[in-house]
């Protein structure tokens, strides 16, 4: 069965910083996985996805995330962060195929930015 | 447009109470729907999904149940709340991943169990 380990509870970062925000996965293929991000009080918007092909992937709102199968990881990275940006992160993994299209979630890191 | 709709938003409930929160899908027909629960630094809990009519798979063993009256209807239920039922249940939808790229989700509903 898929999971997803997000190392990190609790990030701060100062306006303008870059940021990595850590995700890794186990799963015996290569599966399906995900960003979302999420508001206060709010439900889940997508981010980016990576089904295959390029490794490096491009979201909403200036994120990108990498795709490094030898370690199993799908960081997500922003050159630069918004004040608007502090809320909370969370990657997924799916298994590809099947009729189902469960998502397994990881514990979630709650960005904060400072000014 | 494809849009979910989940309420009520906000709902606080004394222990022992039943329990019924609705979500609905428009725009889409013959959907997977999901139920999750998010407890503070637990992340997103898979409860149920549903792939048709009257199917329903549970994840985890626990004192709620689920339903799907019609296609684009999913209803969480629970007889007798417990303060562990305390927490924050979205709904979500898919078709398939490669065509739909994921899931939606509903705006979700706070559950206050006291």
């Known amino acids: 069965a898929q999971s997803v380990t997000q190392p990190d509870i609790h990030i701060t970062v100062s306006e303008g910083a870059s940021l990595e925000l850590r995700c890794n996965y186990s799963?015996?293929?290569?599966?399906?996985l995900f960003w979302y991000v999420q508001s206060p009080g709010q439900g889940l918007q997508l981010l980016l996805k990576?089904?295959?092909?390029?490794?490096l992937v491009q979201g909403i709102k200036g994120f990108e995330a990498e795709f490094k199968r030898s370690q199993s990881s799908f960081n997500l990275r922003k050159p630069s962060v918004h004040w608007s940006d502090a809320a909370e992160y969370f990657c997924?993994?799916?298994?590809?195929?099947?009729?189902?299209?469960?998502?397994?979630f990881g514990t979630g890191t709650l960005l904060a930015v400072q000014p | 447009s494809q849009t979910i709709h989940q309420w009520p938003a906000t709902l606080v409930q004394p222990v022992g109470s039943p329990l019924s929160l609705e979500c609905t899908v428009e725009?889409?027909?013959?959907?997977?729907l999901y139920w999750y629960r998010q407890a503070a630094g637990r992340g997103l809990q898979l409860l149920f999904y549903s792939v048709g009519i009257g199917q329903i798979s549970s994840e985890v063993p626990q004192n709620l149940s689920a339903s799907r009256p019609q296609d684009r209807q999913f209803i969480l239920s629970s007889k007798k709340l417990l303060l562990s039922d305390s927490g924050f249940y979205l709904c979500?939808?898919?078709?398939?991943?490669?065509?739909?790229?994921?899931?939606?989700f509903g705006s979700g509903t706070r559950l206050t169990v006291v």
């Open positions: 997924a993994v799916g298994a590809p195929g099947g009729a189902t299209n469960k998502l397994i």
């Open positions: 979500a939808w898919s078709v398939e991943f490669r065509r739909y790229y994921g899931y939606t």
């Open positions: 725009g889409t027909s013959n959907p997977n």
């Open positions: 990576y089904f295959s092909g390029d490794t």
């Open positions: 799963y015996g293929a290569t599966p399906y």
